[in-house]
């Protein structure tokens, strides 16, 4: 099902204009599925730019593994994955990633910790051989 109402529509396209811009030139599907209601997509877009842009004080990098812990933490792929990416653009390492695994393991369990392990697919199984 998809939106057909024209003044809807372009309400929607002027506001995932904006949300493209703020995320830096890129939309995920799940964000053009919003579009199918302008006042969700805003919704979205003023959060965003609220927890991304205004007033923030935690460095990029830090903001990226909370949001990626969270995202392992509900079960979310897309979070976990979108922002231990972006997390590690901004300078995470490998072990900063597997400390947070380690803290989700810790406090979520092992029904948390095999998704995750299986989700994320930037890490190569070490050869036992």
């Avoid at 493209?20 to 919003?34: F, I, T």
């Avoid at 919704?43 to 903001?63: A, E, G, H, T, W």
């Avoid at 949001?67 to 653009?89: C, D, L, R, W």
Wanted: hydrophobic residues 40%.
């Amino acid at each position: 099902m998809k939106q057909t109402n024209p003044e809807k529509l372009e309400r929607s396209q002027k506001i995932l204009e904006e949300l493209k811009e703020a995320r830096g030139g890129s939309l995920l599907e799940s964000h053009k599925v919003m579009g199918n209601d302008p006042n969700l997509v805003n919704m979205f877009l003023q959060q965003y730019v609220n927890c991304n842009k205004k007033d923030i004080s935690i460095p990029k990098k830090y903001r990226e593994l909370i949001v990626m812990a969270i995202g392992m933490a509900t079960g979310t792929p897309t979070t976990m994955k979108v922002h231990s990416k972006i997390a590690m653009e901004n300078g995470a390492t490998l072990d900063e990633i597997f400390e947070v695994i380690r803290i989700i393991f810790f406090t979520c369990g092992v029904t948390k910790l095999l998704p995750v392990l299986e989700q994320l697919d930037m890490f190569e199984p070490v050869d036992t051989e």
